[in-house]
C-alpha cells in the first residue's frame, strides 16, 4: 500500500508567523486532500489539490504529483489554526483514502 | 447544504452492549465511508459504499463489526457486543464519485467503552 509521512510531526507558532507543512507519499496518486482538524474533533476539508496549486485566504497548497509531495502554507498564523493537520491520499488501484499521522500545529498568542 | 450529519455526538455505554451509529450522508453522494480515530492508529478507513452497495469492508476489525447503508440516505455502523478497546471517535464521510472528488466528514461520534 502507499506511505504517507507529514513533517514536522509537532510544530509551535507565535501568533503571526508563517509555516509550511509537508506531505510525502511513496506512490502516484489520483486524490490528495488536506483537512484541519481542530480542537473540538471537526475533520475540517482544507483543500483537494491532486496536482498544482491552490488558494484559499491565508492558507494555500501544492502539490508536485510528480515528485509525490504536498506543501500546505499557513501565512500570518492565528489561535484559531491550532489543531492537527492531515493530509490524505487516494490510488485509484487501491480504492481506499490512506491519511498521514498528521501535523499537531499549535499557535500561541 | 447540510453536511454530512452524525448521531449520536457522544455515546458511553458499558461493555457487552450494542451500539449503533448512525450517517446521513449529503444529498446526491454516492459514496459512503466509516473511519475510526485512535490515538495508535490515527485513521483508518473501516468501509465504504457505492450506491449502497458495500464495496470493500477490509478495514473492519471483527465480526463483531457490521455496517448497513438501506437507503442512499442513511447508514449504520452497529458493534455487538461492545469492547473497551472499540472506543474510539467513528467518521462518516461521504463524496460524489472515488478517486476525482473531495471527501466531506461529518462531525463524528465519540464513543467510550466502559
Known amino acids: 500500500g502507499i506511505q504517507v509521512e507529514q513533517s514536522p510531526p509537532d510544530l509551535i507558532l507565535q501568533e503571526g508567523a508563517n509555516s509550511t507543512l509537508r506531505c510525502n507519499f511513496s506512490?502516484?496518486?489520483?486524490?490528495l486532500q488536506w483537512f484541519h482538524q481542530n480542537p473540538w474533533g471537526q475533520l475540517i476539508n482544507l483543500f483537494y489539490?491532486?496536482?498544482g496549486t491552490k488558494q484559499n485566504g491565508r492558507l494555500s497548497a501544492t502539490t508536485v504529483a510528480t515528485e509525490r509531495y504536498s506543501l500546505l502554507y499557513i501565512s500570518s498564523s492565528q489561535t484559531t489554526d491550532s489543531g492537527v493537520y492531515f493530509c490524505?491520499?487516494?490510488?485509484?488501484?487501491?480504492?481506499?483514502?490512506?491519511f498521514g499521522p498528521g501535523t499537531s500545529l499549535s499557535v500561541i498568542p | 447544504d447540510a453536511g454530512v450529519i452524525q448521531s449520536p455526538r457522544h455515546e458511553v455505554t458499558e461493555m457487552g452492549q450494542e451500539v449503533t451509529l448512525r450517517c446521513k450522508p449529503i444529498?446526491?453522494?454516492?459514496?459512503l465511508f466509516w473511519y475510526r480515530q485512535t490515538m495508535m492508529r490515527g485513521l483508518e478507513l473501516l468501509i465504504y459504499?457505492?450506491?449502497?452497495?458495500?464495496?470493500?469492508d477490509s478495514g473492519m476489525p471483527e465480526d463483531r463489526f457490521s455496517a448497513k447503508m438501506p437507503n442512499a440516505s442513511f447508514s449504520t455502523l452497529k458493534i455487538q457486543p461492545s469492547e473497551p478497546r472499540d472506543s474510539a471517535v467513528y467518521f462518516c464521510?461521504?463524496?460524489?464519485?472515488?478517486?476525482?472528488?473531495?471527501?466531506?466528514f461529518g462531525d463524528g461520534t465519540r464513543l467510550s467503552i466502559l
Open positions: 464521510a461521504s463524496s460524489w464519485g472515488l478517486s476525482n472528488q473531495p471527501q466531506h
Open positions: 490524505a491520499v487516494l490510488k485509484t488501484s487501491y480504492d481506499k483514502v490512506i
Open positions: 489539490i491532486p496536482s
Open positions: 459504499f457505492n450506491n449502497n452497495v458495500p464495496i470493500d
Open positions: 506512490d502516484s496518486v489520483n486524490n
Open positions: 444529498s446526491g453522494h454516492d459514496y
